[in-house]
């Protein structure tokens, strides 16, 4: 299961500090309750799926900004800690870092509010300024709490590089146009993302492959749609290969998504094999969300090795 050659993964996104409040319910409007716990960590899609990547072997950077507070100092250390090159982790005068506030229920599930703060500062000059670094990455990973003209800058200047990438479009908007994306590598929505850029219905498996294909016929290399419990499914033109879920008791969910494709970023990169990749990346994400938290949950090499080990054949 250890990749064989470890690749060299950019991350073009965003950071935040998450403010993780376990609760028993969510409280109604004008109404105040206890909450039985709290945690603070650090978060935001792109750290996570880099210090996922950069977890597991990954020669990672990171091309971000944070604001000029004691959290953007934090973020800055954290990231160096995992590893991570932070050249371009840039701190923007005046604006606070990236906050989630986030909620998670006895159950695992969570709800997730963001403050972009200096992520909504990360523009398409930013790459520019980070093009040796990204240009000499294996795969570069967006996901949506940046500005989308970075991200669509990106896009484009890595398919003129020849540097495949991935884009998580997360949190999805409607109003985005697939075809800014055409030179995107890999799309990796949930179901609700799908159907909200497709604009089409995700409601059964069928509905899931024609959305995904649609994406594709309108420009995109392929698309994989991540369906929590369900596994997930990779669609390209010769068809949908499931990729099966990995059954675990969950005591936090947060991130996994985001373990998800730091995982199979990394797999992908060492191995060049996209369905083994995103087998390791499902059983990645379930060992995530056995333990709270999000960057923290992540498991190192050994211990994903092991969590491997005790699952039983057929995961
Ligand atoms: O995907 C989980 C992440 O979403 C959290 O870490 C939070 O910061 C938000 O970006």
């Not at 609700?192 to 959305?211: K, M, Y």
């Not at 290969?241 to 998504?257: K, L």
């Not at 090499?301 to 080990?309: D, G, I, L, Q």
Request: charged share 20%; hydrophobic share 45%.
């Amino acid at each position: 299961m250890t990749a064989s050659k470890p690749g060299r993964i950019a991350v073009v996104g965003s950071n935040m500090v998450d403010l993780v409040t376990y609760i028993t319910r969510m409280p109604a409007p004008g109404e105040t309750i206890e909450a039985p716990d709290f945690e603070i960590g650090c978060g935001g899609k792109g750290a996570n799926q880099a210090v996922a990547a950069a977890k597991l072997g990954s020669a990672v950077s990171m091309v971000t900004k944070v604001g000029d507070d004691i959290f953007g100092e934090n973020t800055r250390r954290n990231l160096a800690q995992h590893g991570i090159d932070i050249r371009h982790v840039e701190t923007v005068a005046g604006k606070s870092s990236g906050v989630a506030p986030i909620f998670v229920e006895a159950s695992g599930e969570n709800s997730i509010l963001i403050v972009k703060g200096a992520n909504a500062d990360l523009l398409p000059a930013d790459v520019d300024t980070a093009e040796e670094t990204l240009r000499a990455a294996d795969l570069i990973l967006m996901q949506m709490e940046v500005p989308r003209e970075t991200v669509i800058h990106t896009v484009r200047r890595a398919a003129e590089w020849g540097v495949r990438t991935i884009l998580n479009p997360a949190p999805a908007a409607a109003d985005l146009n697939v075809d800014d994306l055409r030179d995107l590598s890999f799309l990796v929505p949930n179901e609700s993302e799908l159907a909200l850029i497709s604009g089409l219905p995700t409601g059964s498996e069928e509905e899931i492959a024609a959305a995904a294909l649609s994406l594709i016929e309108r420009g995109i290399g392929t698309v994989i749609v991540t369906l929590g419990g369900r596994g997930a499914r990779l669609v390209t033109r010769a068809g949908v290969v499931p990729i099966a879920p990995v059954r675990v008791t969950p005591v936090d969910t947060t991130g996994a998504g985001d373990a998800f494709i730091g995982a199979f970023a990394h797999f992908l990169a060492a191995t060049g094999e996209v369905e083994g990749a995103l087998a390791h990346a499902a059983r990645y994400a379930a060992h995530s969300v056995t333990g709270r938290g999000t960057q923290k949950s992540y498991a190192t090499p050994e211990a994903f090795e092991a969590f491997c080990r005790a699952l039983p054949p057929s995961a």
